[in-house]
């Protein structure tokens, strides 16, 4: 059973960055994608970028709205996920949910496993 766990979240001015990691452990071996998703009060939970886990060269994908200004990377090694955002807007204060999946990339929310989300919030 693969766990999750988030961190990174929490308060920052328009205009400003922050940077999530998402640290997977038990049975990491099997994974083939790891994703970021948001999900905002009274919102659908929306996908915003993935990176395909492999030793080989890693597959990204991201939602258009957040293209040039959100960067998914990872570091395998430590069995870690990063979302660098930059030039973030009060829109995207949300929950941020970090993914892993078994199978590969998928813009869904059918991800095998979910960490808990931590909190961003952007103020204007």
């Known amino acids: 059973q693969v766990q999750l766990v988030e961190a990174g979240g929490g308060l920052v001015q328009a205009g400003g960055s922050l940077r999530l990691s998402c640290a997977a452990s038990g049975g990491t071996f099997s994974l083939r994608a790891m994703a970021w998703f948001r999900q905002a009060p009274g919102k659908e939970r929306e996908f915003l970028a993935a990176?395909?886990?492999?030793?080989?060269?890693?597959?990204?994908r991201y939602a258009d709205s957040v293209k040039g200004r959100f960067t998914i990377s990872r570091d395998i090694a430590k069995n870690t996920v990063y979302l660098q955002m930059n030039s973030l807007k009060p829109e995207d204060t949300a929950v941020y949910y970090c993914?892993?999946?078994?199978?590969?990339?998928?813009?869904?929310?059918?991800?095998?496993?979910w960490g808990q989300g931590t909190q961003v919030t952007v103020s204007s």
């Open positions: 990176i395909s886990w492999s030793w080989s060269a890693g597959t990204t």
């Open positions: 993914a892993a999946d078994l199978r590969g990339i998928r813009t869904n929310t059918e991800y095998n496993y």
